[in-house]
């Protein structure tokens, strides 16, 4: 069974900064994309940041430069280190991959920028 639990989320202030973890059970991550969307309230989901299976990464346009996506294989998990955070960053953050099956996602971690 797949899943995936995310962890790391909070209320920090803008400007700083928050690590999050996707800790994944049931497939092996670093053999798949995995990919980093986020969901404010009332908003679609929207894309963030992928790190593909080759190790290559790539990012959200308001995000790049700002973020960084990367795995650890031994851990089995995905990291998402976020700077400079912006109150438009919050959201809830979940980490997804897709297989030939189905798309797995995570509940999701909350992330919350505010003075």
């Known amino acids: 069974q797949v899943q995936f639990v995310e962890s790391g989320g909070g209320l920090v202030q803008p400007g700083g900064s928050l690590r999050l973890s996707c800790a994944a059970s049931?497939?092996?991550?670093?053999?798949?994309?995995m990919d980093w969307y986020r969901q404010n309230s009332g908003k679609q989901r929207e894309f963030v940041a992928r790190?593909?299976?080759?190790?290559?990464?790539n990012y959200a346009d308001s995000v790049k430069g700002r973020f960084t996506i990367s795995r650890d294989s031994a851990k089995n998990t995905v990291y998402l280190q976020m700077n400079s955070l912006k109150p438009e960053d919050t959201a809830v953050y979940h980490c997804t991959t897709n297989t030939s099956r189905r798309s797995y996602w995570g509940q999701g971690t909350q992330v919350t920028v505010s003075s």
């Open positions: 790190i593909t299976s080759g190790g290559g990464t």
């Open positions: 049931g497939i092996t991550i670093r053999l798949y994309n």
